[in-house]
Nanobody
């Protein structure tokens, strides 16, 4: 079993920054991928960014150049630095972990960007 605990969401003005964190615990294999997805009201869940245990990253088109994903393998923690936030970034952000035994989701953290 794997548990994912997110933190760092909140309310910020357009143009501001936030940093999300997600700590994983439980049965975690050394080879895995962690990442962030988001879901706005009335929309499908979409990719924000992912990072493998080897450091390879992938970003959704709407956040490229503004968001940066990183991880600390020793702490099984992934971070999402979000800069130049826009109102359309408002959503619930979910942490995800994928490994050989399956995929797991966090409960989500709300990010609200006011105009």
């Amino acid at each position: 079993q794997v548990q994912l605990v997110e933190s760092g969401g909140g309310l910020v003005q357009a143009g501001g920054s936030l940093r999300l964190s997600c700590a994983a615990s439980g049965s975690i294999f050394s080879i895995n991928a962690m990442g962030w997805y988001r879901q706005a009201p009335g929309k499908q869940r979409e990719l924000v960014a992912t990072i493998t245990s080897g450091g390879s990253t992938n970003y959704g088109d709407s956040v490229k150049g503004r968001f940066t994903i990183s991880r600390d393998n020793a702490k099984n923690t992934v971070y999402l630095q979000m800069n130049s936030l826009k109102p359309e970034d408002t959503a619930v952000y979910y942490c995800a972990l994928r490994q050989v035994l399956g995929g797991y989701w966090g409960q989500g953290t709300q990010v609200t960007v006011s105009s």
